[in-house]
């Protein structure tokens, strides 16, 4: 499957414009791309019987598309395969802590996708798109793990959300107090940083002896995520 | 205020009946406390001009309610002061790598809570409000910082949601794969934790020289979230 990334430059619709002052927003997309590939779980926001639901599911993105499992949709396609769904992906990096309790936030990057997702029924991007969501979160298990057979992914109801309708909200740095009148208070302020990290590896307890932690899930052990 | 802890066993709505087969969904009162109370960060959702959309922001729980901020939903609220939202809390345990890509996931612990938030008004629920939306991220702090006076107070929309209708999934453990034929493979399976950890906090870069970072922030070092 060839293709061609999207423009450089995010198109934020209504939908995607940003409206409150301390975080800012990005139009890179440069920005989308290396957000959305620093994670793996997502939360999808649909609409079921007239209200929202969020459900956090694993994704996997490419250039052009967020993948991610029907099933957390599959009431709301159901009941509108039409309707629009927002994905938001956010890693959390910290906390900020201001002089002032009215300052307090964190720092955080985020992307909410708009669009309607798009049911894969080509067998030969269900692979590849089953491929690009196992590649995001463990990088080599698509080549050692048994892929689906035909049962399997016809079991599947994978999803594609454009990634045309994107936005990018990014907060770092200090608190937003260090300049007025609350500085003179003498109190601290600053940010406390929050890491994600991969753990060692823990076999399964039925795992057969003599079976060997493969090289590249072994490596992820101490790696950051995010 | 004195506040009487909501029944011990959750109600799930027709919303919040578990469709999935292989997390676990708890109706245990108990799952979904401690679940808020080991984070800080939420994703809100809210149908805007008829489309969902799913905002990151912070929270604070205390037995009865999640407040948050209402700035994240205040288009919402303005359009349809009635509506409901669905805020969800999810913590990510760490990958399920089986031996089949079929049967691959993440270990997590998530909680969707529905209902129609209320913009608090009476001031002190609101100071209440925003104290347990303070100390949730960072124990201490409201005794620390600044606190807000009453132009901030007005300028601030504190949202209270109900806990009333809720509903926790967790996933835990190994692979689901242990058992069938796939075992048979010879290929590893198991799980790699993911475990997000506080670092040290940095100082603000116009923090005036001989402030110490106060205890309560320094001992946050090295614990970890969720």
Redesign the interface.
Known sequence: MTQSPLSPELSPS??TRH??LREQGSKDRGALDSLLAAG??C??????????????T?YGADDLHLYFHG?VA??SLVAAPEA?????V?H?D??V??????E???N?R?A?I?GTPRVVVDPEEKLSG?RCL?EQ??PG??D?????NRK?LA??TLLALSLAEASVKIRTG??DD??GP??E????????????????????????PG????PH?LD??GTR?G
């Open positions: 209504d939908r409206r409150r793996f779980m939360h999808v926001g649909v609409i079921v019987d007239g209200h929202p639901m969020v459900v956090p694993v099933s599959s009431r629009t769904v927002c994905v938001t956010t959390v910290g906390l802590l201001a002089r002032s309790v009215f307090h936030g964190a955080y985020s909410m708009y089953l196992t979160a463990t298990q698509w050692y793990a048994r892929r689906p399997e079991a599947t200090d608190p260090g300049e609350d500085a208070l003498g109190l601290w302020a600053g940010t406390v940083p929050l890491v994600t990290t991969f753990g060692e590896p823990r076999p399964d307890a039925g795992l057969a079976i060997i932690t493969p899930v992820r052990t995520l």
